[in-house]
């Protein structure tokens, strides 16, 4: 059984930079997409960015040029890190693996605020 664990959301200063945490159990982490979505209060879940298993990345207009993702298969982990954070950028963010499965964490919190 898929067992996702995200980390690392906290209030940050628009801005600032903030890097959340992703570990992934009960799959062949190595050989599967990770993806990064995230949902803002009454806003559909949107991806924010995914990472092939060849560490190969993809990125949403709203991320491209502030947000890199990252992998570490040893460690069955993928991280988002966003830095320049906007007041657009609050939101629960969630792991998704693999990409396009219905398989969720329990999201980690993201609030950026002066």
């Known amino acids: 059984q898929v067992h996702i664990v995200e980390s690392g959301g906290d209030l940050v200063q628009p801005g600032g930079s903030l890097r959340v945490s992703c570990v992934v159990s009960?799959?062949?982490?190595?050989?599967?997409?990770i993806g990064w979505y995230r949902q803002a209060p009454g806003r559909q879940r949107e991806l924010v960015a995914f990472?092939?298993?060849?560490?190969?990345?993809t990125y949403a207009d709203s991320a491209t040029g502030r947000f890199t993702i990252s992998r570490d298969n040893a460690k069955n982990m993928v991280d988002l890190q966003m830095n320049n954070l906007k007041p657009e950028d609050t939101a629960v963010y969630y792991c998704n693996a693999p990409l396009g499965s219905g398989r969720w964490g329990q999201g980690t919190q993201v609030t950026v605020s002066s």
């Open positions: 009960g799959l062949t982490f190595s050989t599967n997409v």
């Open positions: 990472i092939r298993t060849d560490g190969t990345p």
